[in-house]
């Protein structure tokens, strides 16, 4: 068929389309029923396998994977819609061929993980248990896992902003005047790269309570990449912004609120992830220091007591923890610095 003639008004152009959107939809459905799949195997596998392990047989694990594969049933419906020829369907499906492999793909994981542990031994109790003793595990103590959670978001908040704070300051000091600079340059050179670990004895004896030495702690590991990072932004403004500025009669101040600092914003952004993930490693250091609450805390406890389905349930915890709360920083980056959205992705 020539050009002409798929461009007449007299031809039909919808059913030359069926047969590409007739495989797109096929794909489509495809993708929907993964996650749907995955669950289900793992579900198969769980019952029917059996346990080589010697524990006691706990349903957390088996009720967490039939409301899976419920709920991946009910999203792979809502995706398709009433009518999969809807755009508005299309845009649906969109989204969950980027979604559905990841998730299938996570479920089989935990499918391999029950394997290797509970069915097939291969490695040992009490080290290693299996996904249904961990499942177990959130049951039993979710209220103490909520609990801990709750204390180690305020000691990381409070000493990440702490961190923050003094790092901003210090950095656009040094970065600023160049008097400032000489000075304490050569202290950020001393007291930068050592560990902030390194300083716990001095903070327990100076600061007032273990709540307060670990939140110093927390603070100084942040404080340095945020120095940093604050100062190269700041000293590195271009001359021409600023000569422009003072040619419109701006003083010192407006140089540097509305000036230096919103052209230093991406240098500074850099210094603020970085900054929290030394935040991230300090946290567990530092609730190992006569904090009485917190994930590293009750991963510790779980230890000595050799529960190590607790042990895995906090780093679970403490994965997705983390996780959020790096996301929202993102999601402020991308919001304040609307000109670099999508240049770092997470």
């Given amino acids: 068929m020539t050009t002409e003639a798929v461009n007449s008004p007299f031809v039909n152009n919808d059913a030359a389309e069926t047969p590409s959107r007739g495989k797109q939809v096929a794909r489509d459905l495809l993708t929907a029923l993964l996650a749907p799949a995955a669950a289900l195997l793992a579900l198969m596998l769980h019952l029917g396998l059996p346990n080589q392990q010697t524990q006691i047989p706990t349903h957390a694990y088996p009720v967490f994977l039939a409301w899976v594969l ?8 809502w995706m ?3 009518t999969v020829l809807d755009p508005a369907a299309q845009r649906r499906l969109a989204a969950l061929r980027s979604m559905g492999p990841l998730v299938a793909v996570g479920i089989l994981l935990l499918a391999a993980w029950d394997l290797i542990t509970l069915k ?11 996904p249904d003793m961990v499942f177990q595990s959130f049951l039993e103590d979710w209220s103490e896992l909520a609990d801990c959670a709750w204390h180690s978001l305020i000691l990381l908040m409070s000493g990440y902003a702490s961190g923050v704070a003094s790092g901003l300051v210090c950095g656009v000091l040094i970065g600023w005047s160049p008097r400032v600079r000489y000075w304490g340059m050569p202290v950020l050179k001393i007291i930068g790269p050592m560990p902030a670990t390194a300083w716990i004895p001095l903070a327990m004896v100076i600061c007032p309570g273990s709540f307060f030495a670990a939140m110093a702690i927390i603070a100084l590991a942040v404080w340095f990449p945020v120095t940093m990072l604050t100062i190269s932004g700041v000293s590195n403004v271009r001359m ?11 003083g010192r101040f407006y140089l540097i609120f509305r000036v230096a600092i919103p052209a230093a914003l991406p240098s500074i952004f850099i210094g603020l992830f970085m900054g929290l993930g030394a935040s991230f490693l300090t946290l567990v250091v530092a609730e190992g220091i006569g904090v009485s609450s917190g994930l590293a805390w009750y991963a510790d406890e779980a230890r000595s007591g050799m529960e190590y389905s607790k042990i895995y349930a906090s780093l679970i915890i403490t994965a997705i923890f983390f996780s959020i709360i790096m996301t929202l920083l993102f999601k402020v980056r991308d919001r304040v610095l609307v000109w670099q959205k999508g240049v770092i992705k997470w």
């Fill in 120 to 130: 097939f031994a291969l490695l040992p109790l009490p080290h290693f248990p299996g």
């Fill in 240 to 250: 021409s912004y600023l000569d422009v500025a003072r040619t419109l009669g701006a």
């Fill in 70 to 77: 419920g709920i991946t049933l009910l999203a792979a419906e």
């Fill in 80 to 82: 398709l819609g009433f």
